[in-house]
């Protein structure tokens, strides 16, 4: 099976504080990982690494066939961000810019798509979070929800090969929340590679075919959902009665 994320060894410090400490990792094409732990356990961070967005001290990192090492610069980091798409608990959205423009302006301007096929790709991804209707909005003018999933579509506009989300829907209230989490599944069902931290522990259990638990910079545990009904360690064990 073909491996869309190999983390070998990774080491992240911020300063002094080491905050991810030898993680390795691989996850396979069509695979949906969920990352849970406590706040401050590295889980970010550690997608962050998937994307560049961090540059790890040691290890290496190979995601959809890009290779990344220590220190390295960025230099393919162009053809990395047109594979994979990211997005955070803050939407990001251009506030001046309709969803339209939101969603054509990456492809337009990293793709070099023309304007017209961009705009097809954007009613095509826009048709695919069940926003079709909004496609001349302002973001101002949309829910959180709404907005969230208008960050996914821009996301997927770049015709990702992997989606790598942080924490989605802690921003939002339960229906929204249950809005976003149906286009994750749309997704999942169409055979996305993903990569969730997430707070949303059912969700997990239902979607993930593979739950990451880390604990001070570690995968501490992981395994198939039922890690979270029958946990091995205590750390697991204490984290899903608090959260559960
Ligand atoms: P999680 O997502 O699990 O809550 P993070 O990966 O965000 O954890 O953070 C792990 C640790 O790294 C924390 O101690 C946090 O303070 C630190 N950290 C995260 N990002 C930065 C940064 N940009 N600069 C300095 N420290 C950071
Ligand atoms: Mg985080």
Redesign the pocket.
């Known amino acids: 099976m073909e491996e869309i994320v190999r983390l070998c060894n990774v080491h992240k410090w911020?300063?002094d504080?080491h905050?991810l400490k030898g993680v390795d990792l691989s996850v396979h094409k069509g695979e949906i990982v969920a990352i849970i732990?406590?706040?401050?356990?590295?889980?970010?961070?550690?997608l962050r690494c998937m994307d560049h967005l961090e540059i790890i001290q040691e290890g290496q990192i190979t995601v959809c066939g890009h290779t990344f090492g220590a220190g390295i610069s960025g230099k393919n980091l162009k053809s990395l961000r047109m594979d994979v798409g990211i997005v955070f608990q803050s939407y990001n959205l251009f506030p001046h810019l309709t969803v339209e423009q939101n969603i054509t302006l990456a492809p337009r301007s990293v793709r070099k798509v023309k304007s017209a096929d961009a705009k097809e790709i954007a009613a095509k991804v826009l048709a695919e979070v069940g926003l079709s209707d909004k496609i001349h909005f302002y973001p101002e003018q949309l829910s959180g929800g709404q907005q969230q999933r208008v960050a996914i579509a821009r996301s997927l506009a770049m015709g990702p090969k992997l989606m790598l989300f942080d924490e989605i829907t802690s921003a939002l209230d339960p229906q929204l929340t249950g809005e976003v989490l149906r286009v994750i599944e749309k997704l999942a069902a169409a055979g996305m590679t993903m990569v969730l931290?997430t707070h949303e522990m059912a969700f997990a259990m239902k979607l993930a075919h593979r739950i990451i638990f880390?604990h001070e910079g570690k995968i501490h545990e992981q395994g198939g959902p039922e890690i979270l009904r029958n946990p091995s360690t205590p750390e697991l064990q204490q984290f899903v009665s608090n959260g559960l």
Do not use: E, R
């Open positions: 911020f300063g504080n905050v732990g406590q706040s401050g356990s590295g889980k970010s961070t550690a931290v880390m």
